[in-house]
């Protein structure tokens, strides 16, 4: 049972691009690995750009610097 947990930032990102992730995801273990589609289990967590950083600063301040 393969068990997929991706985690993106919380801006911007449609229901339908998140559906297509999870539809091409599990595509691509079939493919690659052959496993079942009916046991891929895909996670995708969405995490606000103030609780994610890098750089030594947020996300949320590094785009801002960016901008």
Excluded: C
């Excluded at 990102?13 to 589609?37: G, M």
């Amino acid at each position: 049972m393969p068990f997929v947990s991706l985690r993106i930032t919380r801006d911007g990102v449609t229901s339908e691009q998140k559906a297509q992730v999870i539809a091409e995801f599990t595509e691509t273990l079939e493919r690659v690995l052959h496993k079942r589609p009916d046991l891929t289990h895909i996670v995708i967590e969405e995490v606000d750009t103030d609780n994610w950083g890098y750089a030594g600063i947020t996300t949320t301040e590094y785009r801002k610097s960016q901008a």
